[in-house]
């Protein structure tokens, strides 16, 4: 499975973007997928992850009530919808599918999108 992620840009404080993470290979709807980021400086952060059917979702506290994460496997395509962005959003977001410890560590990682959140 090859992983893909896209959408990311500048945007001010308090705004919103949508990231997408487009998954190339067989088996990628049976997956869990996941959302990370990354900031300099900093380690590797878990931001969200949603089960292979979407019933299962889980949320760092830190984006809890900001970003959702959602999934259309007709499309082989998770999303992360990321609502009144903060400053400390800013990083390289990358995706992930087939969790081997769920929602924490997945088997497959794409390439980042650079978010920065600033004035």
């Known amino acids: 499975v090859q992983l893909q992620a896209s959408g990311g840009g500048l945007v001010r404080p308090g705004g919103s973007l949508r990231l997408s993470c487009a998954a190339s290979?067989?088996?990628?709807?049976?997956?869990?997928a996941g959302w990370f980021r990354h900031a300099p400086g900093k380690e590797r952060e878990f931001v969200a992850a949603i089960g292979w059917g979407s019933k299962s979702t889980s949320y760092a506290d830190s984006v809890k009530g900001r970003f959702t994460i959602s999934r259309d496997n007709a499309k082989n395509t998770v999303y992360l919808q990321m609502n009144s962005l903060k400053p400390e959003d800013t990083a390289t977001y990358s995706c992930a599918a087939n969790a081997r410890t769920w929602p924490i560590d997945f088997e497959y990682w794409g390439q980042g999108t650079l978010v920065t959140v600033s004035s």
């Open positions: 290979g067989r088996g990628f709807s049976n997956y869990a």
